[in-house]
């Protein structure tokens, strides 16, 4: 369209656009680099911030919190470092093609004066009518450009994190043996680079029997475990299992949901079946102190449990799921010495629940071995005596060395036991953490029903002035009043542009040569470039600022807060805070902002224009604007509130999945990955 009025002068406009695309694939090759960097930073914040918030009760009893306070800004610092040289680029890509359609204009007003022709108001005007078509895409195009960086860096780590090695479904076979566990020669490790950590495993296990594996601290039985779920690779021998397995893990993992949720796991309530396991996993006492019983809502990792009975409610979810094979790593290390009996007797004993059971029990309780059919001893990855409690007592001068050893191990951990203080304190939300004998703490919330963890409330109604004042004093009352001046300048420098092509096409102004009115169209040009610049650079860098500022306050509070705080809010909330809204605040709302300035700058100016070349058009506004601002508000309204439930939303699925991860083990040995998929 511009060819037809133009003729080839057009082509001169394309030709100086077309010098302005290497520049711009070369930002956005640098952008890509420090998008890279940015994202690996703000990995390292995030992954930090979790392992603070998932250890906050140790970091607080040793008052640490300034400590990992300042690792994590360490960080936050270098993510922001490299987020203002982003801004840099941001602003040079946003100079460049917010001035492209004018600098297509004046190559072309340019050739077609200097060429000898005369360029009249007609061309100049529909010239600049398709240029001001072309300004809204040219303006939108950095910032397309940007999120294909980002996109692209993206699906990279997507892709990477896809195609890393997945655990093998077969290495572990299932073939319908005589022996419920056949081991054959095995060595396993963590990872297939590394060297094995247990060597030459060789066993069976024959269906209904109880056998131990023991051990000193160090030996390889959580491995052993942890091999049997295929959760470690073997470059040799042969594993089987037959049948269904169910997993205590030696570190228990609990739900958030009620104890009753905990123990069911996804089964269908056997209210019968169910009030026997409580008993046998001696759970009664502790239903009759919880505030709402098995409806007690229990938090993120069993927080107000107790170890003991976060132990309990572990075995009591296994015993419950009535399987083939069970797997107990060390189920009763947490328990007092009475509860342990009365479970081993009651449950894993030859009179127990799961007398019919396969059982593989690990444990170093000397009075519970008499009582096994088999025993396997690991020493250093090794399995160094297998056997019957009493053939080996009888016969193997090695084994009762190790009852000697492992006797004088227990006395030493009993000795250092009675040693530790009982903690009682209580917080300002009535929870309460009472000690139980060998200091087995319980934590109770007094709230009504059992309830521990509030809905996570957001905001109706328009945002409060407040918000937008705490918001632009981060960033700075001088810097938001310096860019509203650059946005006025950048707007008046454009609509003077257009003014002096009019005086141009007339020749309003004697005695000057169209020279004379091309170079000052230059700097008009000109000016719009700098200020536009200057705009997007001090904005970007400052609200870059503002964004460190509100994250270094709310971390600071978040890491300050009491106990009560991390007891009924979820980490999935505290993260998505710290993480997504933090996001927010570095890149979309700057970009918002500037959009918004530039918006409005530009109305008012069209409309100041519209009016000094035709007054009449003013009394049109009023009604316009009326029509307008309703329009606004119903939208506004609606795009407000979806955003606040967007955001609110998000936070269930981040402890959702965290919770996933930290259960990953417990989750595949039960064969429930299904489940939790359809849940995230």
Same mark, same amino acid.
């Given at each position: 369209?511009?060819?037809?009025?133009?003729?080839?002068?057009?082509?001169?406009?394309?030709?100086?656009?077309?010098?302005?695309?290497?520049?711009?694939?070369?930002?956005?090759?640098?952008? =890509?680099?420090?998008?890279?960097?940015?994202?690996?930073?703000?990995?390292?914040?995030?992954?930090?911030?979790?392992?603070?918030?998932?250890?906050? =009760?140790?970091?607080?009893?040793?008052?640490?919190?300034?400590?990992?306070?300042?690792?994590?800004?360490?960080?936050? =610092? +270098?993510?922001?470092?490299?987020?203002?040289?982003?801004?840099?680029?941001?602003?040079?890509?946003?100079? &460049?093609?917010?001035?492209?359609?004018?600098?297509?204009?004046?190559?072309?007003?340019?050739?077609?004066?200097?060429?000898? $022709? @005369?360029?009249?108001?007609?061309?100049?005007?529909?010239?600049?009518?398709?240029?001001?078509? #072309? !300004?809204?895409?040219?303006?939108?195009?950095?910032?397309?450009?940007?999120?294909?960086?980002?996109?692209?860096?993206?699906?990279?780590?997507?892709?990477? &994190?896809?195609?890393? %090695?997945?655990?093998?479904?077969?290495?572990?076979?299932?073939?319908?043996?005589?022996?419920?566990?056949?081991? @054959?020669?095995?060595?396993?490790?963590?990872?297939?680079?590394?060297?094995?950590?247990? +060597?030459?495993?060789?066993?069976?296990?024959?269906?209904?029997?109880?056998?131990?594996?023991?051990?000193?601290?160090?030996?390889?039985?959580?491995?052993?475990?942890?091999?049997?779920?295929?959760?470690? *690779?073997?470059?040799?021998?042969?594993?089987?299992?037959?049948?269904?397995?169910?997993?205590?893990?030696?570190?228990?993992?609990?739900?958030?949901?009620?104890?009753?949720?905990?123990?069911?796991?996804?089964?269908?309530?056997?209210?019968?079946?169910?009030? @026997?396991?409580?008993?046998?996993?001696?759970?009664?006492? *502790?239903?009759?102190?919880?505030?709402?019983?098995?409806?007690?809502?229990?938090?993120?990792?069993?927080?107000?449990?107790?170890?003991?009975?976060?132990? !309990?409610?572990?075995?009591? !979810?296994?015993?419950?799921?009535?399987?083939?094979?069970?797997?107990?790593?060390?189920?009763?290390?947490?328990?007092?010495?009475?509860?342990?009996?009365?479970?081993?007797?009651?449950?894993?004993?030859?009179?127990?629940?799961?007398?019919?059971?396969? !059982?593989?029990?690990?444990?170093?309780?000397?009075?519970?071995?008499?009582?096994?059919?088999?025993?396997?001893?690991?020493?250093?990855?090794?399995?160094?005596?297998?056997?019957?409690?009493?053939?080996?007592?009888?016969?193997?001068?090695?084994?009762?060395?190790?009852?000697?050893?492992?006797? $004088?191990?227990?006395?030493? $951990?009993?000795?250092?036991?009675?040693?530790?203080?009982?903690?009682?304190?209580?917080?300002? %939300?009535?929870?309460?953490?009472?000690?139980?004998?060998?200091?087995?703490? #319980?934590?109770?919330?007094?709230?009504?029903?059992?309830?521990?963890? @509030?809905?996570?409330?957001?905001?109706?109604?328009?945002?409060?002035? +407040?918000?937008?004042?705490?918001? &632009? =004093?981060?960033?700075?009352?001088?810097?938001?009043?310096?860019?509203?001046?650059?946005?006025?300048?950048?707007?008046?420098?454009?609509? #003077?542009?257009?003014?002096?092509?009019?005086?141009?096409?007339?020749?309003?102004?004697?005695?000057?040569?169209?020279?004379?009115?091309?170079?000052?169209?230059?700097?008009?040009?000109?000016?719009?470039?700098?200020?536009?610049?200057?705009?997007?650079?001090?904005?970007?860098?400052?609200?870059?600022?503002?964004?460190?500022?509100?994250?270094? %306050?709310?971390?600071?509070?978040?890491?300050?807060?009491?106990?009560?705080?991390?007891?009924?809010?979820?980490?999935?909330?505290?993260?998505?805070?710290?993480?997504?809204?933090?996001?927010?605040?570095?890149?979309?709302?700057?970009?918002?902002?500037?959009?918004?300035?530039?918006?409005?700058?530009?109305?008012?100016?069209?409309?100041?224009?519209?009016?000094?070349?035709?007054?009449?058009?003013?009394?049109?506004?009023?009604?316009?604007?009326?029509?307008?601002?309703?329009?606004?508000?119903?939208?506004?309204?609606?795009?407000?509130?979806?955003?606040?439930?967007?955001?609110?939303?998000?936070?269930?699925?981040?402890?959702? &999945?965290? %919770?996933?991860? $930290?259960?990953?083990?417990?989750?595949?040995?039960?064969?429930?990955?299904?489940?939790?998929?359809?849940?995230?």
């Amino acid at each position: 369209f511009i060819y037809s009025e133009l003729g080839n002068a057009t082509f001169v406009g394309i030709g100086v656009l077309t010098l302005l695309m290497p520049i711009n694939l070369v930002l956005g090759y640098f952008m =890509k680099v420090f998008q890279r960097q940015q994202m690996k930073f703000k990995d390292q914040r995030l992954k930090s911030m979790n392992e603070v918030l998932s250890g906050v =009760k140790i970091l607080k009893l040793y008052a640490w919190e300034e400590s990992f306070l300042e690792q994590i800004l360490r960080i936050r =610092k +270098k993510e922001i470092h490299v987020l203002k040289k982003n801004a840099v680029l941001n602003a040079l890509m946003s100079l &460049f093609w917010t001035v492209a359609p004018f600098t297509v204009g004046l190559g072309a007003f340019a050739f077609t004066i200097l060429s000898g $022709n @005369q360029l009249t108001a007609d061309s100049a005007f529909v010239t600049l009518s398709y240029l001001n078509i #072309m !300004r809204v895409p040219f303006t939108m195009l950095p910032m397309m450009i940007l999120l294909v960086v980002q996109v692209k860096v993206s699906l990279k780590r997507i892709n990477d &994190f896809i195609n890393t %090695e997945n655990l093998d479904p077969e290495s572990i076979s299932h073939k319908l043996l005589k022996n419920v566990v056949t081991m @054959q020669h095995v060595d396993v490790k963590c990872s297939p680079d590394m060297d094995p950590f247990l +060597k030459d495993i060789d066993f069976q296990i024959e269906t209904g029997s109880l056998t131990a594996i023991v051990g000193s601290v160090g030996s390889g039985k959580t491995s052993l475990i942890s091999a049997l779920l295929g959760e470690l *690779d073997f470059n040799c021998g042969n594993i089987n299992t037959r049948g269904t397995i169910a997993y205590v893990p030696q570190q228990p993992w609990i739900q958030h949901g009620t104890l009753k949720e905990n123990i069911t796991f996804g089964r269908e309530l056997d209210e019968d079946k169910y009030k @026997q396991v409580i008993e046998a996993c001696a759970l009664t006492r *502790d239903l009759d102190i919880l505030p709402a019983g098995d409806q007690t809502e229990i938090g993120e990792k069993g927080l107000n449990l107790s170890g003991g009975q976060k132990q !309990r409610v572990s075995l009591a !979810r296994a015993v419950y799921r009535d399987e083939d094979l069970y797997l107990l790593d060390d189920p009763l290390s947490a328990v007092d010495s009475h509860v342990g009996k009365h479970i081993f007797d009651h449950v894993i004993g030859p009179n127990g629940m799961l007398k019919n059971k396969t !059982r593989m029990f690990v444990t170093n309780g000397l009075p519970f071995l008499p009582e096994t059919d088999n025993i396997v001893v690991l020493d250093k990855g090794t399995i160094s005596i297998k056997g019957s409690y009493h053939s080996l007592l009888g016969n193997d001068t090695k084994f009762s060395k190790f009852l000697k050893e492992l006797d $004088n191990e227990r006395n030493e $951990n009993n000795d250092l036991g009675h040693r530790r203080n009982t903690l009682q304190y209580k917080d300002t %939300e009535n929870i309460t953490l009472k000690s139980e004998q060998n200091s087995d703490y #319980m934590l109770i919330n007094n709230k009504e029903n059992g309830k521990l963890t @509030q809905k996570e409330a957001f905001e109706t109604g328009s945002v409060k002035h +407040k918000v937008y004042q705490y918001y &632009f =004093k981060s960033v700075g009352l001088k810097v938001c009043i310096l860019c509203m001046l650059l946005q006025i300048l950048w707007t008046g420098s454009n609509k #003077m542009s257009n003014y002096w092509l009019d005086l141009w096409t007339e020749n309003a102004i004697p005695g000057y040569d169209s020279i004379f009115y091309l170079e000052v169209y230059a700097g008009l040009g000109g000016f719009q470039a700098l200020f536009n610049f200057m705009l997007m650079l001090v904005f970007g860098i400052k609200a870059l600022q503002g964004a460190s500022s509100l994250h270094n %306050e709310m971390l600071v509070r978040v890491l300050k807060s009491p106990m009560a705080f991390y007891d009924t809010t979820p980490i999935g909330r505290i993260v998505n805070r710290l993480s997504k809204d933090i996001d927010v605040c570095d890149g979309t709302l700057p970009q918002n902002m500037t959009s918004w300035l530039n918006a409005i700058s530009g109305f008012t100016g069209t409309m100041v224009s519209i009016v000094a070349v035709l007054p009449i058009l003013g009394g049109l506004f009023l009604p316009a604007c009326i029509v307008f601002i309703v329009i606004q508000k119903l939208y506004v309204a609606t795009s407000r509130q979806l955003k606040r439930l967007e955001s609110v939303s998000r936070s269930p699925i981040y402890s959702q &999945f965290g %919770e996933t991860l $930290n259960g990953i083990s417990t989750i595949r040995a039960y064969k429930s990955q299904e489940e939790f998929t359809r849940k995230a």
